[in-house]
């Protein structure tokens, strides 16, 4: 059964992962991207994260800019090999409008089905 999303490739624009707002890590996320990064968990922690305001949850920290502290300056992400399944999953689990609507892959696929 073909799916919308079927074509969708993502072309590494970013814009994902350039605004403000949490990046959820769920359970075991933590010490995995800890581990990629050659750092103990505590120091991990607290470099790289905050706790959320319900305090359930740590979400990773952001530029100044509200980039994510993981996206680079070429807009590829630091941690691909072990990103959040927040990341992994968009746009196949969340979609958010005006992301479809910036977000290069959206574009593409647009233009194929025109
Ligand atoms: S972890 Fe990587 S994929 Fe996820 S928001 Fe940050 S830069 Fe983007
Ligand atoms: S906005 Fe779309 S094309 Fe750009 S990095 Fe995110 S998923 Fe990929």
Not at 48 to 75: H, K, M, P
Request: proline share 2%; hydrophobic share 35%; aromatic share 12%.
């Amino acid at each position: 059964m073909s799916h919308e999303l079927d074509n969708f490739v993502c072309r590494c624009c970013g814009f994902c992962c350039s605004f403000s707002g949490y990046v959820l890590l769920a359970e075991g996320e933590d010490e995995k991207i800890a581990a990629f990064l050659n750092l103990d968990i505590y120091q991990f922690i607290e470099q790289y994260t905050e706790v959320v305001i319900s305090r359930q949850q740590l979400t990773l920290t952001e530029q100044a800019n509200g980039r994510c502290i993981f996206l680079q300056d070429d807009n590829l992400c630091r941690i691909q090999a072990v990103k959040p399944i927040q990341c992994t999953s968009f746009p196949y689990e969340w979609r958010d409008k005006n992301v479809e609507k910036h977000c290069a892959g959206f574009a593409a696929l647009r233009a194929t089905q025109e």
